[in-house]
Structure formats: C-alpha cells, structure tokens
C-alpha cells in the first residue's frame, strides 16, 4: 500500500515556541493531505483539508492563525503549531490521499507525531 | 446523533475466536466505507475498503456493508494476539472527508 511518513515522531518543547511537523507520501503523489489531532482514547479529530497549492481549509473550531499549514508540493505537508502551548499537547496525524485514488478517495495515514508542550 | 455510531468496547476475547465489529451511520450519502487498525501510538492502517453492500473478504478479514440497513462490519477469523488494536470504521460520500467511528478497542487473549 501507499506510504505516508512524519517527522518528527515525538517532540517536546516548551511553551510559546513553535513546532513544524513534516508529511510526505513516499511512493505517490498526494493531490490532498489531511491533518488529525488524537487524543487519548479518542478517535481522529480533522483539523484542516489542504490541496497542493491552495490554502487549507479549516473544520469549525481549528484556529488557523494557530495551525499553520503549508502543501507547497505533491508529496509534502507541513503543519506548524504556533506559540504551543501545554494544551495543545497531542497526538497529530497526517493522512494523504492520491489522485489515483479511487473514486472514494481512500487515505492513507502516517505513523503520527506525538507533540508534548511544556 | 453522531452520523457514525460504533461501540467503544472494550472487547475481549479468546485466541482463535472469531471477532464481530460493527458500526451504523445516518448519512445515506455514504457510499465508501473502510476499516482502519491502530495500534498503541501508531498512525490507522487501512485494512478494508469496500463501495457496494455484500461482502469483500481478505485473507483472515471479511468487510460486509448493508447500505439499505445502513450497517457495516468486520469479521476477523482465527484472531491473533497480534490483532489486539483498536478498530476504526470510516465512511464517505465521496471525495470528502472521512467520518470515523469511535473506535473499538480490541483485545485478543493468549
């Protein structure tokens, strides 16, 4: 199947800086690319809809002055957590999906980035 | 109402047995329907995509969907310990965006 990679794994920082999370569909190109929050316990939240070379498109009550994100190319996504703070502490997954897709659109995840703000 | 309802669980059972996940949906608009698996701290793993009612079997794993009942699920034959993960059913129109299940929480017992 597709692969989907993130980067980094996990990462801690402190609060008020900001954090950039890598994800790049391996081996297809990635027309669209979602991002997810998780948290414990909990199935996958969307954040936001992002097609290559358009602005990404936000669910309600996704702040995207905050979740900044980026679909410069058709194998990279890139999400920036801006001024972190302790709450934004999570679970965030990318998802990619392929203009090959079929009609469905399935998507395919990556391994996730585990955020942990101080 | 959520639009995709599926039981939390947990569930738990024995080596070998067979596991029943199911979920319901609202949205009569759903017409592709798939069955991710997550392990602990792991992204979802694409496991069953399926588009029309009846059945698609892949190797231990069977996806059945009754559109008219609006009722999906997955049949895991001969569970392995290493199928303990939490199963998430997801659905969509079309193009858009998933609508996920709650997830269940499966454990499979030695």
């Known amino acids: 199947g597709a692969v989907v990679s993130q980067h980094p794994s996990w990462v801690i920082c402190k609060s008020g800086t900001s954090v950039k999370i890598e994800c790049r569909s391996l081996?297809?190109?990635?027309?669209?690319m979602f991002w997810y929050r998780q948290f414990p316990k909990q199935s996958l939240m969307l954040m936001a809809t992002?097609?290559?070379?358009?602005?990404?498109?936000?669910e309600q009550g996704v702040e995207k002055d905050k979740f900044l994100i980026n679909h410069a190319s058709l194998t990279l996504s890139t999400l920036t957590v801006t001024s972190a703070h302790p709450e934004d502490s999570s679970f965030y997954i990318c998802?990619?999906?392929?203009?090959?897709?079929?009609?469905?659109?399935?998507?395919?995840f990556g391994p996730g980035t585990r955020l942990t703000v101080l | 109402q959520k639009e995709v309802e599926q039981d939390p669980g947990p569930l738990s059972v024995p080596e070998g047995a067979i596991v029943s996940l199911n979920c319901t949906y609202s949205?009569?608009?759903?017409?592709?329907f798939m069955w991710y698996r997550q392990y602990s701290r792991k992204g979802p793993e694409l496991l069953m995509y399926?588009?029309?009612?009846g059945n698609k079997e892949d190797g231990r794993f069977t996806a059945q969907v009754d559109k008219s009942s609006k009722y999906i699920s997955l049949f895991i034959r001969d569970s392995q310990p290493s199928d303990s993960a939490t199963y998430l059913c997801?659905?969509?129109?079309?193009?858009?965006?998933?609508?996920f299940g709650q997830g269940t929480r499966l454990t499979i017992n030695p």
């Open positions: 992002s097609n290559e070379g358009s602005k990404a498109t936000y």
């Open positions: 998802s990619a999906r392929g203009g090959t897709s079929g009609a469905g659109g399935e998507q395919f």
């Open positions: 399926t588009y029309s009612s």
């Open positions: 997801a659905m969509t129109a079309g193009a858009q965006k998933l609508v």
């Open positions: 949205n009569s608009a759903f017409q592709y």
């Open positions: 081996d297809f190109q990635a027309t669209t």
